[in-house]
């Protein structure tokens, strides 16, 4: 079938809960993907960042392709070869005493949460279900009942409710207001470094040092949300990293996997993570042995190929010079490492048309909160690469 017949097909049958761009993928490799036709597109959106590895790296297919002729699948009623080695490695990747694994990056958002009320009532005394988050408007934290709850996105949250209680919002970069917020019953402070989904929103220099110092005074957890910051997308490990912080709890997923298979996971302090008790909490395919094995290759492939000093290098160079193309409806580039959100004012008429007009030229990027290019390719990319990218960028804007 050719693509017209496909995207008709998923039209008839699947639930309109998505408006990807009209292309049909049917192969990828590196930093390239191939429509049904054969077209040859490069992929600057990486998966929302689960492809930081690239699409098919060779040396994670390869550790899945062994273990699917080993062992997939065994649950958490028994222990299985895999699980304790990769518990192991993300410690020690990620600088956390203790990890609890899971598939998707909204089951890790969801773990940190319970995670944090539970220490709250059973460490600091906070009376039983009076304990609050306190979250950041404009965040994206995935879209489970409870993670729609503290969204400020209406579309997010029409038609979805009751909602789930106990959180707080303030708004995002305000370090200030985060001291405001906090009373006896805070469990919690529940950040992205950058809120990627919100248009990649940067916060001020300074703000995650700031927010670590008031929840430290307050005996608060700092719970930092690295789902799509993390591995190398902002040139460092963790986006945390920049201001040297050490967050208590960190929400990890997407490029875990490799862009192979899902694996998340709930990593921090074992004084937080170490209070749940068999029964609690849990999942029939966490800590799978497939999970594992691709996210230790994949860890590696992070650690061995240097890719946060790729995106450090590779992403201040591209966003200097996205900035220094000349167009009167671009209000701002903003981004860090090869993380990074051109928005257009509302004049432009919205950013998906740009995104199609760059898809027709072989460049597939994604419009987040109508007005923001995102941009966001494999870490592996290379200089004349993202040459040809910013080509197309520039066409396209002097053409529309």
């Known amino acids: 079938m050719d693509s017209n017949e496909l995207m008709e097909m998923a039209d008839r049958y699947g639930a309109h809960n998505y408006k990807p761009l009209p292309v049909v993928i049917d192969r990828a490799e590196g930093v390239y993907m191939f429509d049904c036709e054969g077209k040859r597109y490069l992929d600057f959106l990486a998966c929302y960042s689960a492809l930081n590895q690239g699409h098919g790296h060779p040396r994670i297919v390869e550790a899945a392709r062994r273990q699917l002729g080993r062992l997939t699948l065994t649950s958490r009623a028994f222990h299985n070869a895999e699980m304790g080695p990769f518990l192991k490695e993300i410690c020690e990747y990620t600088g956390a005493e203790m990890a ?125 949300d690295e789902i799509q910051t993390g591995f190398g997308r902002t040139g460092r490990r963790f986006c945390c990293d920049h201001e040297g912080v050490k967050p208590d709890l960190m929400s990890l997923g997407k490029a875990l996997g490799g862009g192979v298979y899902p694996v998340s996971a709930a990593v921090g302090r074992a004084d937080v993570l170490g209070l749940f008790r068999p029964g609690e909490h849990g999942s029939t395919f966490g800590g799978n042995p497939l999970a594992c094995a691709v996210a230790r290759e994949s860890l590696k492939v992070l650690e061995e190929e240097r890719l946060h000093e790729r995106s450090a290098t590779l992403g201040a160079a591209f966003l200097e010079a996205l900035r220094a193309v000349p167009h009167p409806l671009v209000k701002e580039v903003r981004g860090r490492g090869l993380f990074i959100g051109m928005e257009l004012l509302p004049e432009a008429g919205g950013a998906r048309r740009y995104c199609e007009a760059l898809m027709e030229r072989g460049l597939l990027c994604k419009e987040t909160h109508d007005n923001v290019i995102r941009f966001a390719p494999p870490l592996i990319i290379e200089p004349e690469q993202l040459d040809w990218a910013l080509d197309q960028v520039r066409d396209v804007l002097s053409e529309i």
């Not at 993670?147 to 997010?156: D, G, K, N, P």
């Not at 990649?200 to 930092?224: C, F, Q, W």
Request: charged content about 20%; glycine content about 8%.
């Open 100 to 224: 609890l694994p899971m598939n998707t990056g909204a089951e890790a958002v969801e773990t940190v949460i319970k995670a944090a009320r539970k220490w709250a009532y059973r460490i600091k005394g906070v009376p039983r279900d009076q304990a609050e988050i306190v979250v950041c408007a404009d965040n994206f934290h995935g879209r489970t009942v409870t993670a729609v709850s503290f969204s400020t996105e209406t579309l997010y949250r029409e038609d979805f409710g009751p909602y789930t209680p106990g959180f707080k919002v303030i708004p995002f970069g305000d370090a200030g207001a985060l001291e405001d917020a906090i009373t006896s019953c805070t469990a919690a402070f529940l950040v992205e470094p950058i809120q990627g989904e919100a248009g990649v929103n940067i916060p001020p220099d300074g703000y995650l040092a700031a927010v670590r110092e008031i929840t430290r005074s307050h005996d608060v957890l700092l719970i930092a």
